[in-house]
């Protein structure tokens, strides 16, 4: 301990004063972990003695953000088991799952030099086959069990977006879609309901998607909020019986594409004079009129206002105080973000077993999260949407128990 207190002093006169609290905080943690493995051990460095448990088997480098910036540390290894700081936070469900997937591309013989460089990085190098299959089963046996988890309650509101991964398939390199369900209950909680990995286009997907939530528990949906893929709204007719509500900012994304970039802003802000209505009426009149007068120089905007009008309005049917969640994806848009963030880093996933693991790793930490916040929608607004379970009629209220 003398030693050590010795070179932290002369490391310390070494150090300028733009970096001196950060390299203090970096010398103590280093001096701490080292004391904590000699206890382990039985043993200091270089010493010999009959009670010594273990040995060392050198460091891995590990970076821990703090208010001080980014400290740089040497975490001691041992020949027999682990040794992990009591000051560092172990990594979280999702962070497991990315080592995972990259560690069985890596055993696969499918990485690219940039997941090569990140092994490296991690500390994976000569990972045994063994100890993926340990890590990948206890990260999928807790994934499953929130993705199969059973649906109780009543819910009013579902969220339906996908986002593209790439994927290794038979030797080909392809494209699937990870359908992401958000629901919100009859209470105004907010939880992630499902997860799909498929083809988004085909509605035989759609359908068995949204079949296996009902057949979990989901019921009682009355809007249905999603982008607008082939298939999905015929799905939602037959299995759901719900109202379908296209995102607002992808039609409005399809509509200008009709328009020259110079008449962007201006087009936009006169449909979106149907927007800023009261009511469902004045929303469809002002929607028709500005149409209308669209018409004769983009003919082809007109005529998908004309089509799609009750698609992009259907939002307006519902109480006011929900309407600017309900109008659009959006309320995914962070998740999305943390998922394709989560999944930038793999880049090609080795099968889709993995894509489940990780993906479904995220949104099981994001869950976890929103439950503990507060509602995500005002459950004044939920009584609107609930029907009267008997009628008023006071001949027809049921006897009093006596």
């Known amino acids: 301990m003398t030693d050590e207190r010795m070179a932290l002093a002369e490391l310390l006169q070494k150090s300028g004063d733009g970096d001196f609290l950060r390299t203090v905080a970096e010398a103590v943690l280093q001096i701490l972990m080292e004391a904590d493995v000699e206890g382990l051990i039985g043993a200091s460095r270089h010493e010999r003695t009959g009670d010594r448990l273990n040995y060392r088997n050198g460091y891995r480098d590990r970076s821990l953000d703090t208010r001080l910036g980014s400290l740089q540390l040497r975490i001691p290894k041992l020949r027999q088991g682990s040794y992990f700081p009591p000051f560092l936070e172990p990594r979280k469900t999702a962070e ?16 690219t030099r940039r997941v090569d460089e990140l092994v490296q990085a991690m500390g994976l190098a000569g990972i045994s086959k063994s100890q993926v299959s340990k890590l990948c089963k206890d990260i999928d046996e ?11 309650g009543e819910w009013r509101y579902l969220w339906l977006d996908a986002t593209y991964l790439k994927v290794r398939d038979g030797g080909r390199i392809v494209s699937v879609a990870a359908i992401i369900a958000v629901a919100v209950t009859s209470e105004g909680r907010r939880e992630i309901v499902g997860l799909g990995i498929g083809p988004s286009e085909a509605e035989p997907f759609w359908s068995a998607f949204l079949k296996g939530l009902v057949k979990r528990g989901l019921k009682g949906v009355k809007l249905v909020i999603s982008d607008a893929h082939d298939g999905l709204r015929l799905a939602i007719t037959r299995v759901l019986g719900a109202t379908w509500q296209r995102c607002r900012v992808h039609w409005m994304r399809n509509a200008l594409a009709h328009v020259p970039k110079g008449q962007h802003t201006m087009v936009a802000a006169a449909i979106r004079q149907a927007f800023l209505q009261t009511d469902a009426e004045a929303a469809h009149q002002t929607w028709r009129h500005v149409a209308d007068q669209l018409r004769p120089r983009w003919p082809k905007l007109a005529a998908l206002m004309d089509d799609s009008e009750h698609d992009v309005l259907a939002y307006m049917t519902f109480p006011n105080q929900h309407r600017t969640k309900l109008h659009s994806t959006n309320p995914l848009e962070r998740l999305n973000k943390e998922v394709k963030r989560r999944a930038d880093v793999v880049g090609i996933f080795p099968n889709e077993a993995s894509i489940t693991r990780l993906i479904g790793a995220v949104l099981l930490e994001q869950n976890d999260e929103w439950l503990l916040q507060c509602r995500y929608m005002q459950i004044e607004g939920m009584a609107e949407l609930t029907p009267p379970l008997i009628d008023a009629d006071p001949a027809k209220l049921p006897p009093m128990a006596a």
Not at 142 to 152: K, T
Request: glycine residues 8%.
């Open 96 to 111: 497991k799952a990315l080592v995972a997937v990259i560690q069985e591309a890596w055993i696969g013989g499918v990485s």
């Open 142 to 152: 807790r994934v499953n069990a929130f993705l199969e988890r059973p649906i109780e």
